[in-house]
């Protein structure tokens, strides 16, 4: 299947050209920082967003949110294709429980990949459209997020059970573990683009 969104590379390149001057790195975090705190893990946050904004000047909100997004569906596809090399493995197996556990958790994991596509797509759109669409669009990118937490929420529920263990459960869990906190992050960053984009265009709340 192809897919008709821009791929991380030619995304951030796009994102750079807009802000091309470099502001020092010091100046950087402690930005950076200031834009994280309402997420709910900021650590993360900041290693996300510092090596993009070392290279920008004040990249401001809907830009970061953007790069949250994008990094949190190239990371939900790198985890997406390792679960599926596991399940690959287990059918060779005569292990059915973990087969199964695993392949329901691939099905999550594919699933929570659609929806962030979907909205690193809407998050294009919303900027190229007119603002009377606004609401739409935010409406839009915040309920495939959530739905996306939701799925990889219930993989690692699937995983957690007793049914798979071993390397790869630990492996496995570490990785969705990631995308669901870079997930709810990118949400944060994207509700707070949207609300501060809202006061200074004085959209209507829906």
Request: aromatic share 6%; proline share 4%.
């Amino acid at each position: 299947m192809t897919h008709t969104f821009l791929s991380l590379p030619i995304l951030l390149v796009t994102i750079f050209a807009l802000n091309p001057s470099v502001i020092c790195a010091s100046r950087a975090r402690a930005y950076v920082e200031n834009q994280c705190r309402p997420t709910l893990y900021p650590d993360l946050c900041v290693r996300t967003l510092l090596p993009f904004a070392s290279k920008m000047t004040a990249p401001d909100t809907e830009q970061l949110a953007r790069i949250s997004l994008t990094t949190c569906l190239l990371k939900a596809r790198l985890t997406k294709a390792y679960v599926n090399n596991v399940a690959k493995e287990f059918n060779k197996t005569t292990n059915a429980p973990y087969h199964e556990a695993v392949t329901d958790c691939l099905t999550q994991i594919n699933d929570g990949v659609t929806q962030i596509t979907q909205s690193v797509k809407e998050q294009k759109r919303m900027m190229h459209d007119e603002e009377k669409y606004f609401s739409w669009h935010e409406s839009n990118v915040q309920t495939w997020v959530s739905t996306a937490l939701t799925d990889v929420t219930a993989c690692l529920d699937r995983i957690s059970d007793k049914t798979i263990g071993g390397k790869e459960k630990g492996t496995i869990k570490a990785r969705v573990l990631n995308v669901k906190r870079l997930a709810s992050n990118a949400l944060a960053l994207f509700n707070r683009f949207a609300t501060r984009h809202r006061g200074s265009h004085r959209i209507k709340t829906p």
